[in-house]
């Protein structure tokens, strides 16, 4: 999987992606993630850890309480059962369908043809669903209510 450089350093403040690791830049600024951490995001790690973060945010930025990412506890047996079996569809399917069951309340669609897809091993989808949590952290983070006397809204 090739991501942005972006999506590679908020991925590496997550503690997700090593930083201290051998980038392999690919021409247009690409950078290549190894084909054990992908198949290890396709079989639904890391993805609870994102949303995780994603639910902090917005609970800070809203200042409220929500607890939407607790049905995740549900994919923790399903993710162990997929250590030995790498592409094991019908784990995968139970895995991204719980996902898109939390990733609708923070207004992410995976609808079925999504999940078919991730279950799948589709590269794209894994990097639409990635791209689209980046970018509600990004604007979550940069109209935090903390920023007082900031009222501007930008793009960095």
Known sequence: MEVTSEIYAWLT???ILNAEKTL???KGGMIFVAEDI???FLNGFFIDKILYELEDLYNKFYKIKLNYTKKLNDIKTLQENTKNNKTDRNLRNAIWKTVSEVTENFGIELNDGHVKNLANGD???LLYLLNSIYTLSGELLKRSPEKKGNQNFYFL
């Open 13 to 15: 403040e997550l503690n």
């Open 24 to 26: 392999i830049m690919k």
């Open 38 to 40: 992908t198949n290890k």
């Open 123 to 125: 590269i794209n989808t």
